[in-house]
């Protein structure tokens, strides 16, 4: 074999080993991906949040309003998870407060009110939409800078479970009838 046609040769093997291992890591990725997914949709959404590291102040808050019965059955259901971080940065006390037990009432409207009774993917939201929640007063779509529900920026989304939708956000959004003015 002559040095050019060498050098051809071994390019061209080393081409297609690059694009065998490319479409092996692709292939890989999507069908680990798409059993991310799967897995995703076997669980309800209680499961799904309980098994987020990220959201386990929403699943003690769940719990402790007793809801998680409610979350798990049928639906659908649109939930607008805030993260924990979201959590932290409501003013200091107001977590502890809505957990106690007097609190109870409370808590469950701050919760319901990031639930949707349907299942609202991303690409049914439109500018300046609004829905009603399970806590019966409605949120707001904003989707000139990213998508915000009521101010708070989903982070993630679309996220499926066998009852409906999570959409993460990263702030916990308070109904307006317990919104203060200053």
Same mark, same amino acid.
């Given at each position: 074999?002559?040095?050019?046609?060498?050098?051809?040769?071994?390019?061209?093997?080393?081409?297609?080993?690059?694009?065998?291992?490319?479409?092996?890591?692709?292939?890989?990725?999507?069908?680990?991906?798409?059993?991310?997914?799967?897995?995703?949709?076997?669980?309800?959404?209680?499961?799904?949040?309980? !098994?987020?590291?990220?959201?386990?102040? =929403?699943?003690?808050? &769940? *719990?402790?309003? %007793?809801?998680?019965? @409610?979350?798990?059955?049928?639906?659908?259901?649109?939930?607008?998870?805030?993260?924990?971080?979201?959590?932290?940065?409501?003013?200091?006390?107001?977590?502890?407060?809505?957990?106690?037990?007097?609190?109870?009432?409370?808590?469950?409207?701050?919760?319901?009110?990031?639930?949707?009774?349907?299942?609202?993917?991303?690409?049914?939201?439109?500018?300046?939409?609004?829905?009603?929640?399970?806590? !019966?007063?409605?949120?707001?779509?904003? =989707?000139?800078?990213? &998508? *915000?529900?009521? %101010?708070?920026?989903? @982070?993630?989304?679309?996220?499926?479970?066998?009852?409906?939708?999570?959409?993460?956000?990263?702030?916990?959004?308070?109904?307006?009838?317990?919104?203060?003015?200053?």
């Amino acid at each position: 074999m002559n040095p050019a046609s060498f050098i051809v040769h071994s390019s061209f093997t080393i081409t297609n080993l690059i694009m065998k291992k490319s479409m092996f890591f692709t292939l890989s990725l999507v069908f680990g991906l798409f059993l991310a997914n799967v897995n995703a949709q076997d669980k309800n959404i209680v499961e799904l949040a309980v !098994g987020t590291e990220s959201l386990s102040t =929403l699943v003690t808050a &769940v *719990k402790a309003a %007793g809801l998680v019965e @409610t979350l798990s059955s049928e639906g659908p259901f649109t939930v607008f998870a805030p993260t924990n971080d979201a959590f932290a940065a409501l003013p200091e006390g107001v977590l502890a407060d809505l957990l106690k037990p007097e609190n109870k009432q409370a808590l469950i409207s701050v919760l319901t009110y990031h639930v949707i009774p349907a299942k609202v993917m991303s690409t049914d939201l439109s500018d300046g939409q609004s829905a009603a929640t399970v806590q !019966g007063e409605s949120i707001r779509v904003d =989707l000139s800078n990213g &998508v *915000k529900i009521s %101010g708070a920026t989903v @982070t993630a989304a679309d996220i499926k479970a066998s009852n409906g939708v999570v959409h993460v956000v990263n702030e916990v959004i308070l109904p307006p009838s317990m919104q203060t003015t200053n």
